[in-house]
């Protein structure tokens, strides 16, 4: 196997190798299908005895998504490790310069080392569900920014009123966008038996709302496809990035426990906010709230064991296909 690091940019990528413990620079290529195919060229060349070629790539917001199916479409394998896990590592192994050719052969010297996972692509369907779901945010978060905005311009004592129009005109623009990209999502769903079944399933789950649910929707199908449906849930809470992280070092080391913030930051967010939420029903999600408060847990700590819960509770609806069942979630001794 050959595994070949990459680092991307918009319009180029580096690609870098890492033999028999040196690096080494495999060149510099255009972010297009004819870039793709000078690198396979070069690689064939040059290592024509390689049977299997493994890409890493270190995720850019959508930039490395051409490079990916076009590895998918030779058979190649594609690994996109976390980003902050690869700093961390190339932190302590030693690598101090930083430009495009030394983060092709740290990413190469990275899965010769580590063996990261390989990615495994969403179907058409659910990728075409997670770009509107992306989308969604994207907008939300553009639309609050314009109306704060707004509110600071208009409590000025000296007012432009070109500027008032400007703002509010983009405002209503951001606000039918917004609500178009929603209704979309929602048709989208409703077109698809089988999607709109497992969305009625996991708002039966404590905590679980429209603002949630088509995130957790894209985020178990994705850990499906990553596992083959045969994840655990201790490893899914750590991929959501949930796990607990605890910080101590003999009698005089010791830090506030933490979780490790490894995954997908808008995905905890929206499970935060809906144990926000649910905490607040009677329901099994509340009576647990509850228990851990009564035992003296501090009510922040226990939203976020209240998140882990919906999340836990939310993969086994979806792996089952099945409605929540409040009885199996309540401990036998309560």
Not at 40 to 64: D, H, S, V
Not at 96 to 108: C, H, I, S, V
Not at 243 to 258: A, I, L, M, W
Not at 299 to 304: E, F, G, P, T, Y
Request: with cysteine.
């Amino acid at each position: 196997m050959l595994i070949v690091g990459i680092d991307m940019a918009q319009n180029k990528f580096d690609a870098g190798l890492w033999i028999d413990h040196q690096g080494q620079t495999l060149g510099q290529f255009t972010n297009d299908n004819d870039g793709y195919a000078l690198m396979e060229q070069n690689i064939r060349q040059q290592f024509p005895e390689a049977e299997t070629i493994k890409l890493i790539i270190e995720p850019t917001g959508g930039y490395e998504m051409g490079l990916i199916l076009y590895a998918l479409e030779q058979e190649w394998q594609v690994s996109l490790p976390n980003p902050k896990m690869v700093k961390d590592w190339a932190k302590g192994s030693g690598w101090r310069a930083k430009t495009d050719k030394q983060d092709a052969m740290m990413l190469a010297q990275y899965g010769v080392e580590k063996h990261p996972p390989c990615y495994q692509p969403l179907s058409a369907s659910m990728q075409e569900l997670n770009d509107l779901v992306s989308r969604q945010e994207e907008l939300k978060k553009l639309l609050r920014s314009e109306q704060n905005r707004l509110k600071q311009y208009e409590q000025r004592p000296r007012q432009n009123g070109r500027v008032i129009k400007s703002l509010e005109k983009v405002v209503e623009t951001l606000e039918e966008e917004l609500a178009a990209i929603e209704e979309e999502a929602k048709h989208f769903i409703k077109q698809d038996p089988k999607l709109h079944l497992m969305r009625k399933r996991l708002l039966t789950v404590p905590g679980v709302g429209p603002v949630l649910v088509n995130h957790l929707l894209v985020l178990l199908t994705h850990w499906a496809v990553r596992t083959n449906n045969e994840g655990t849930t201790k490893q899914l809470v750590a991929f959501a990035g949930l796990d607990p992280q605890p910080f101590e070092s003999g009698h005089s080391v010791y830090k506030r426990p933490t979780i490790s913030k490894m995954g997908d930051k808008m995905v905890r967010n929206k499970l935060y906010m809906g144990a926000l939420g649910g905490i607040r029903g009677k329901n099994v999600l509340a009576d647990f709230y509850k228990r851990l408060v009564g035992r003296g847990k501090a009510k922040r700590l226990a939203l976020v064991a209240a998140a882990r819960k919906i999340l836990v509770w939310s993969w086994a609806v979806f792996v089952n296909e099945v409605d929540f069942d409040a009885t199996k979630a309540t401990p036998k001794s309560f």
